[in-house]
């Protein structure tokens, strides 16, 4: 039986440095060899405290390896104290029994390999022979692959080839060092991969379910491809930088477009600052095969670390494209100052009513392509309208238009505004005459030829037209309309106006607090604003956005979420606040001024312009009030409708005079009755043909 060369050398020093630890002391106390023996003692000595230190596997091995040194030193130093050879020649048998246990355990020898765990004085094991080397597995040739891929195929097959695949070849990714990308096959050729699961890849490189993505792999030039091949991607350091420090990109992706997200399926194109404007806008792409996009409003403001009712987040969706627009405060707690620049119209009509929650300049118009625009405010008590209404009074008034204003009940900004107009005044009453010549002035400019002499529908953008555009502000119209002794001819007359009013010119502002049907608002008048005007809508009761959008034809699947109570964030600090007792601030309500402007089938929220009218409103109009024609005016005196309309009403203003009978009442006319837009009994009145002829119709009754 062969003995291992270690083993052999380490015997024969023990047997050659016995007798010298045993004769050196006894024949020359002051030798070298004794100092010699004595410092190797030490070192061992050192050894073994450095080992006893170490909290690390194989202490005792280290240990036992340096015992030679430390015992022959102990032999020296014995033999070198005792007198001669001492008692029963001790010296000699020292040495004899380090020699001896020397040769038994061989510590050297059998101790160097970390591995090497032999029992003390066991035997050695009998050598096994050796197979034959084994030859190529036809699964996994040996195709002269790097040495990354060798290192990694020992892996896979060590754990046992997951999915039954072998590894065909292994990339590292650079900078990642435990990230590779893995071409796999299966084991067995002409086979699909089955079996192959992100646990099984990631149980085999010890990594999260997470940090695995498979892929099909698809064919391509020199290479197959099918259901017999995949790549893995194993990006554990990718993944953990991702968490910690993503891109805008990769931030998108895995909480904005991932399935179950705010956007799902949108993919993240880029990101603006404007500074400027304190905003960032996020601009995202969605696939066309998923149609349009679904956008759940609160969860994207979570993403964004927002809440949804502080007024900072909007989205904005043009066909595949979202634009997501995250302010540092609110725009609509933004107060806007109206300007002179901002209320005159362009060329278009159109002028600047507010700010869009993006940013966005809000337009409405004096008139359309289908000719004088109407208008429709709606908002409670408190909501801006007057303020609204003045901004449109302005932008008429510096297009040139001519303006009269009525309101049901007077207020001080609505008087403010009456100084600016051709005619102001209060109540039905007046409603009611300034809605009568709206609708004979219809008549009345239908016959007035243009520089061309011919008559024409009116055109702003044509030249030769004899008369100017007309606006009619009607104030609390649907209290107006709801009066007894006018409200049926109200209604009846703005309903004519809203049809034909725009072709001559002539366009009736409607504002209230209601625009339903139930309230006494006609569905045709109702239709005929909403076609012909930009209606806004301020400040609505969230349990009313639903109709009020329904009653003013939006689809459901575009009607907005009710706008908070107030955009200003919640002041922080309450809970020291419980804790001391002390009262909650007050709410700040400033929603004033704030809704929707419908100008498509999608209403966009707004803040409109604030007009001061504490600082003076004059610097907003133009120098001079602008006023019907002369013509205009004396065909309406010769109809009886040109006169001081706050007067009482007027004998046979609203109904043939009574005949005097004992029953009658001079002094008392009847305001209810029959509808007559021309007709009058005063003599002193009839001062033209026409006049006449109107007289001589209403004594026969034609």
């Not at 009886?640 to 008392?668: I, K, Q």
Request: with cysteine; aromatic share 8%; proline share 8%.
């Amino acid at each position: 039986m062969s003995v291992p060369r270690s083993v052999a050398l380490e015997r024969t020093l023990y047997t050659l440095a016995a007798p010298v630890l045993a004769a050196v002391p006894n024949l020359s106390p002051d030798s070298p060899v004794n100092t010699v023996v004595q410092l190797a003692g030490a070192v061992g000595i050192g050894r073994w405290a450095l080992a006893s230190k170490r909290d690390e596997p194989g202490t005792g091995r280290k240990i036992l390896r340096w015992s030679p040194l430390v015992f022959a030193a102990a032999v020296d130093v014995a033999a070198k104290h005792t007198i001669g050879w001492g008692p029963y020649c001790l010296d000699a048998l020292l040495a004899a029994g380090w020699a001896a246990a020397g040769l038994l355990v061989m510590p050297f020898s059998r101790h160097t390999r970390r591995g090497h765990r032999p029992a003390l004085a066991a035997p050695a094991p009998a050598p096994q022979p050796q197979p034959a080397a084994p030859e190529p597995s036809p699964a996994q040739p040996d195709d002269g692959a790097d040495a990354f891929t060798l290192q990694v195929r020992w892996l896979w097959e060590n754990r046992g080839m997951p999915g039954r695949t072998i590894v065909i070849k292994a990339t590292p990714h650079d900078g990642m060092p435990n990230d590779l990308s893995l071409l796999l096959r299966a084991s067995e050729a002409g086979r699909p991969i089955s079996g192959l699961t992100e646990e099984a890849v990631a149980a085999a490189f010890g990594v999260d379910v997470t940090d695995v993505h498979i892929r099909e792999v698809v064919r391509q030039y020199g290479r197959e491809g099918g259901p017999g091949w995949r790549e893995v991607d194993v990006t554990p350091d990718a993944n953990e930088r991702r968490r910690q420090a993503p891109t805008d990109h990769e931030w998108w992706g895995d909480r904005i477009g991932c399935d179950g997200g705010p956007v799902p399926g949108s993919r993240f194109v880029h990101k603006v600052r404007d500074h400027a404007r304190r905003v960032t806008h996020y601009v995202a792409q969605i696939p066309d095969e998923m149609g349009e996009a679904r956008v759940n409003q609160d969860a994207l403001a979570a993403a964004l670390k927002t809440k949804y009712d502080e007024g900072r987040l909007f989205v904005t969706v043009d066909g595949s494209q979202v634009l997501v627009s995250l302010w540092d405060t609110s725009p609509l707690a933004q107060v806007f100052p109206a300007t002179r620049e901002l209320l005159t119209p362009d060329k278009e009509g159109r002028w600047v009513t507010g700010y869009l929650g993006n940013g966005q300049p809000a337009r409405n118009r004096v008139y359309t392509d289908r000719g004088a625009a109407h208008g429709l405010f709606v908002a409670p008590s408190g909501g801006g309208k007057t303020q609204l209404m003045a901004l449109h009074v302005a932008a008429d008034a510096l297009f040139g238009a001519v303006v009269m204003l009525a309101t049901e009940a007077p207020d001080e900004k609505t008087a403010a505004l009456g100084k600016h107009t051709a005619r102001y005044g209060v109540g039905a009453l007046y409603m009611i005459r300034l809605l009568r010549v709206l609708d004979a002035l219809m008549e009345i400019r239908g016959e007035m030829p243009w520089d061309d002499g011919l008559v024409h529908d009116w055109d702003p953008s044509r030249p030769g037209c004899p008369y100017r555009m007309l606006s009619a502000y009607l104030d609390e119209f649907l209290s107006a309309a709801r009066n007894g002794d006018y409200g049926p001819e109200i209604m009846d007359l703005a309903e004519r106006v809203s049809v034909k009013g725009r072709k001559y010119g002539i366009g009736i502002k409607v504002a209230g607090q209601s625009i339903y049907v139930q309230d006494g608002f006609t569905q045709l008048l109702c239709e005929n604003l909403r076609e012909n005007c930009i209606p806004v809508v301020l400040k609505v009761a969230p349990k009313k956005v639903g109709d009020m959008f329904k009653a003013l034809g939006i689809p459901s699947q575009y009607t907005p979420d009710p706008l908070p109570r107030s955009f200003s964030p919640a002041e922080k600090g309450r809970i020291e606040r419980v804790m001391r007792g002390e009262p909650e601030p007050p709410a700040d309500s400033n929603t004033g001024g704030a809704g929707w402007i419908v100008e498509a089938k999608q209403p966009d929220v707004l803040r409109t312009l604030y007009m001061d009218f504490k600082a003076g409103i004059d610097g907003f109009f133009p120098d001079t009030i602008a006023t019907l024609t002369d013509h205009e005016i004396r065909e309406l005196e010769a109809r009886d409708l040109w006169f001081d309309w706050t007067e009482p009403p007027r004998p046979g203003e609203f109904g043939p005079v009574p005949h005097d009978d004992e029953d009658g009442d001079d002094d008392a006319p009847k305001k209810g009755g029959g509808k007559r837009r021309g007709g009058t009994n005063r003599r002193d009145a009839v001062t033209s043909p026409r006049q006449a002829l109107a007289a001589i119709k209403n004594l026969s009754g034609v």
